[in-house]
């Protein structure tokens, strides 16, 4: 039997509802389909990708939960002003360590949406564009986690980290200006817009981290092979940065 027709009959048929499994988002399920033949050879001005970040509890993915999520579009290479999204959910216990490092507090989540009714607007938003994300693993295992037991799968988009994509560009910069090369950088998100002369953002804020890490992505895109990436498969065989997370 085909993927495709085993997936619907988990969706909405007695199967899926026996093992306990939720229905498939729309949204998920076409991604899913549009990137099972995605072409890595379109141009990136004609990409879109959703930069994202997520406050977490902590960061065991088993046990610890998500706090708020942010994300922020990038279309033609540049980011869309007023596109943004960001939401502040409620866990099942915000450790008091929590509040102090993303400064979201009890009142907050006590007031906020379960991340079951956020989720499937995030998908919505999140769609067909590829996301972008400063060491993104650890956001999509957390997302992936959700989107399986709420929205029945999980996100097929493709992911890129920034912070893989800052290690091939100092790589870069060490092969072409050894004397240049700095032994004792920093791969956080902060530091990297520091040392690159980017605008600056609040740290431990989603859409705060989002945005920072937008600019990193649209700055090292055109600082590595000196301008010369032009292609997602470009980016692909650059260091292979892309991953895939479920």
């Known amino acids: 039997?085909?993927?495709?027709?085993?997936?619907?009959?988990?969706?909405?048929?007695?199967?899926?509802?026996?093992?306990?499994?939720?229905?498939?988002?729309?949204?998920?399920?076409?991604?899913?389909?549009?990137f099972q033949g995605f072409d890595q050879d379109i141009p990136l001005d004609e990409c879109e990708f959703t930069v994202l970040d997520t406050e977490l509890t902590g960061m065991d993915h088993r046990r610890d939960e998500i706090v708020s999520i942010g994300a922020v579009r990038i279309r033609g290479m540049a980011i869309q002003p007023g596109a943004n999204w960001y939401a502040v959910v409620r866990p099942s216990c915000l450790p008091k360590a929590c509040t102090l490092i993303h400064r979201i507090t009890p009142s907050e989540v006590e007031a906020a949406p379960e991340l079951s009714d956020?989720?499937?607007?995030?998908?919505?938003?999140?769609?067909?564009?590829?996301?972008?994300?400063?060491?993104?693993?650890?956001d999509a295992a957390f997302l992936n986690r959700a989107c399986k037991r709420i929205l029945g799968g999980p996100m097929a988009n493709p992911c890129l980290d920034t912070m893989r994509l800052a290690?091939?560009?100092?790589?870069?910069?060490?092969?072409?200006?050894?004397?240049?090369?700095?032994?004792?950088?920093?791969?956080?998100?902060?530091?990297?817009?520091?040392?690159?002369?980017?605008?600056?953002?609040?740290?431990?804020?989603?859409?705060?981290d989002a945005m920072q890490a937008a600019y990193l992505f649209l700055f090292l895109v055109r600082k590595l092979r000196s301008g010369y990436v032009h292609t997602l498969k470009d980016l692909y065989d650059l260091g292979r940065s892309w991953r895939w997370y479920f």
């Not at 199967?15 to 389909?33: D, I, V």
């Open 167 to 208: 290690q091939v560009y100092e790589e870069e910069r060490w092969v072409s200006y050894y004397d240049r090369y700095n032994l004792r950088v920093s791969y956080n998100l902060t530091d990297l817009a520091a040392q690159y002369g980017l605008p600056s953002f609040p740290a431990h804020n989603a859409l705060s």
């Open 118 to 138: 956020v989720l499937p607007e995030f998908a919505d938003y999140l769609g067909q564009s590829l996301i972008v994300g400063h060491h993104v693993g650890m």
């Open 1 to 34: 039997m085909e993927q495709a027709m085993f997936d619907r009959l988990l969706d909405s048929g007695p199967l899926g509802r026996m093992l306990g499994r939720a229905p498939w988002h729309p949204a998920l399920r076409e991604s899913r389909e549009y």
